[in-house]
T-cell receptor, first 116, second 113 residues
Framework: AQTVTQSQPEMSVQEAETVTLSCTYD???????LFWYKQPPSRQMILVIR??????QNATENRFSVNFQKAAKSFSLKISDSQLGDAAMYFC?????????????FGKGITLSVRP | GAGVSQSPRYKVAKRGQDVALRCDPI?????LFWYQQALGQGPEFLTY????????KSGLPSDRFFAERPEGSVSTLKIQRTQQEDSAVYLC???????????FGQGTRLTVV
């Protein structure tokens, strides 16, 4: 079974600064996808960024980028130029690339606060 | 609709009561998922539908939990004889197919008293 570990329960960053959120995972599969989701108090999960395991290039979406280390099974999220609206819970998630069920396996999440 | 819609947003149930939670996925989305999110935790998979077929129900915690999607669109998650440990946010997600991005609803917060 796949597992996703987020060992930092909370982090804080100064507005306009950069912060990195850590995530490790365990799998025996070679075909999979990794995601970072943001969950604000409204509870709706919002996809931040996605990485295909077969791609060596790290994904980037505007201020958000990942550091994908496949051999180390590490998938960290970097948020640059942090904004007050970035404050939320962030979840790392894994999805198998094979099989009929494309369910997500989530980590426990990390609460990010942004100081003005 | 524009997004995944869940109702009710909040539900308070007395222990032992049956509840039904509704999910309206994005029109045309084949795949539908239910997740349970306990306070301060990440969502955990409950069950998965492809159209009207329930292909995976391995995450349902007990036989008190039942989900259906009879016409391949709206889905209902039913919990019978609710217990305090059922208190959680129940999230529904849908995707166009198994390979594409899943879109989430805002969830139903269930509190069993």
């Amino acid at each position: 079974a796949q597992t996703v570990t987020q060992s930092q329960p909370e982090m804080s960053v100064q507005e306009a600064e950069t912060v990195t959120l850590s995530c490790t995972y365990d799998t025996s599969e070679s075909d999979y996808y990794l995601f970072w989701y943001k969950q604000p108090p409204s509870r709706q999960m919002i996809l931040v960024i996605r990485q295909e395991a077969y791609k060596q290039q790290n994904a980037t979406e505007n201020r958000f980028s990942v550091n994908f280390q496949k051999a180390a099974k590490s998938f960290s999220l970097k948020i640059s130029d942090s904004q007050l609206g970035d404050a939320a819970m962030y979840f790392c998630a894994y999805r198998s690339g094979t099989g009929a069920n494309s369910k997500l396996t989530f980590g426990k999440g990390i609460t990010l606060s942004v100081r003005p | 609709g524009a997004g995944v819609s869940q109702s009710p947003r909040y539900k308070v149930a007395k222990r032992g009561q049956d509840v039904a939670l509704r999910c309206d996925p994005i029109s045309g989305h084949v795949s539908l998922f239910w997740y349970q999110q306990a306070l301060g935790q990440g969502p955990e998979f409950l069950t998965y539908f492809q159209n009207e077929a329930q292909l995976d129900k391995s995450g349902l915690p007990s036989d008190r939990f039942f989900a259906e999607r009879p016409e391949g669109s709206v889905s209902t998650l039913k919990i019978q004889r609710t217990q305090q440990e059922d208190s959680a946010v129940y999230l529904c997600a849908s995707s166009l197919d198994r390979a594409t991005e899943a879109f989430f609803g805002q969830g139903t917060r269930l509190t069993v008293v």
